[in-house]
């Protein structure tokens, strides 16, 4: 058995293939995995780290605001669009998969087309509520279309009923209790807040969270765990720095144990990126929800709206984020238990665990021609 992912640009288009593939070859030794990316985005270093043959194709994406430089970067991704496409159909005729399935970014398009007319059968699974460009373009072409969240269906044009799967999501979050985590972290019955926004960093996100710090600190009422990011980690400290913090608070660069944090945790405050939404319902915990402008068609948004809807999230848009907005956002919240059990409550009931095996069942249906 020979497949085939293509997908990248974001951990979030990539982790789920890899985490799939894990699966995959858990149950089927002998298959034969290969991973179609880009040379110079995360998944050059991620698959072959995870010892997945990697193939490479040069591919962008279009840019939709017009101006020179937009033009000139538009007609390179139309020569590319042509380049991929023969290269896709090459790397295609070598590996010879019996399916291949797309996750997502510009880098499946041409692989997913190419796959399509070669015969071999394609799946495509997105992760957001808000689709992508490349699965709204192929989702009618797709021999089968897994949705991580049903809200997505809506934007889609489908030939068959597409399969609800979720995401993947780290067994490490799903095998630790609540308190064998405070247990690791040596906490007491106090509330613990755990705020990130990406390994990275997200400036708007680290201002805000800084001043909630400032607001807490000394009170004695809550613990704080705060990941920066690399390139946040120099300013908070610094904005931190004439604060005598109390011990209850610790900032760090990074958040390396996040299963034992996010198990602890009685809020979390971050970004709506799709396979953390998926953590956080698995995980049951409530959460203020800060969604990247920044992103592909607003589409954290679209994820964040999702567990407002259903009760199991605050949502702060980061054009109204402030220091005072997080801070009478979290007071609303954390001193009210009955709230907080409810919103975990709510959360909890959208979570799918086994979302790898959903999607493994779903290939091998096509495999088998079930």
Not at 224 to 253: F, M, W
Request: aromatic fraction near 6%; charge should be positive.
């Amino acid at each position: 058995m020979k497949i085939l992912f293509a997908g990248g640009g974001t951990a979030g288009h990539i982790n789920p293939a890899l985490a799939v593939a894990d699966y995959i070859k858990e149950n089927h030794p002998d298959a034969e995995i290969s991973y179609i990316g880009t040379a110079d985005k995360l998944e050059a270093r991620l698959v072959p780290e995870k010892g997945y043959a990697f193939y490479t194709i040069d591919v962008a994406g279009f840019q939709r605001k017009l101006s020179l430089k937009n033009i000139e970067r538009n007609i390179s991704a139309a020569v590319k669009a042509v380049t991929s496409s023969a290269a896709s159909k090459k790397l295609l005729k070598e590996i010879q998969p019996d399916i291949v399935v797309g996750t997502g970014g510009y880098v499946s398009g041409p692989v997913l087309r190419e796959a399509k007319k070669l015969g071999i059968k394609t799946a495509i699974h997105e992760q957001n509520a808000f689709p992508g460009v490349t699965t709204k373009m192929l989702a009618s072409k797709a021999d089968r279309v897994m949705l991580a969240m049903p809200e997505a269906e809506k934007y889609l044009k489908l030939k068959k009923e597409p399969v609800i799967t979720g995401n993947p999501v780290r067994g490490e979050l799903l095998n630790i209790s609540r308190d064998e985590a405070r247990a690791k972290l040596g906490l007491d019955s106090r509330p613990l807040i755990l705020s990130f926004g990406g390994s990275l960093g997200a400036r708007h996100i680290n201002e805000a969270v800084t001043e909630l710090i400032k607001w807490h600190n000394g009170t004695g009422r809550f613990y704080h765990i705060h990941g920066t990011g690399k390139a946040g980690y120099e300013s908070v400290t610094q904005a931190l720095s004439g604060i005598d913090l109390a011990p209850q608070i610790d900032v760090r660069e990074y958040i390396n144990d996040m299963d034992v944090c996010m198990a602890a945790a009685d809020l979390v405050i971050c970004r709506a990126g799709a396979i953390t939404l998926s953590e956080l319902c698995c995980c049951g915990k409530p959460s203020v929800l800060i969604p990247s402008p920044y992103v592909a068609e607003n589409h954290q948004y679209h994820n964040a709206m999702t567990l407002k809807k259903a009760g199991a999230a605050e949502v702060l848009e980061e054009k109204d984020l402030t220091g005072q907005s997080l801070i009478d956002t979290v007071s609303k919240i954390i001193d009210n238990k009955p709230l907080l059990e409810c919103m975990g409550s709510a959360a909890r009931k959208h979570a799918i665990t086994d979302a790898n095996k959903r999607i493994y069942d779903v290939l091998m249906q096509l495999y088998t021609g079930a």
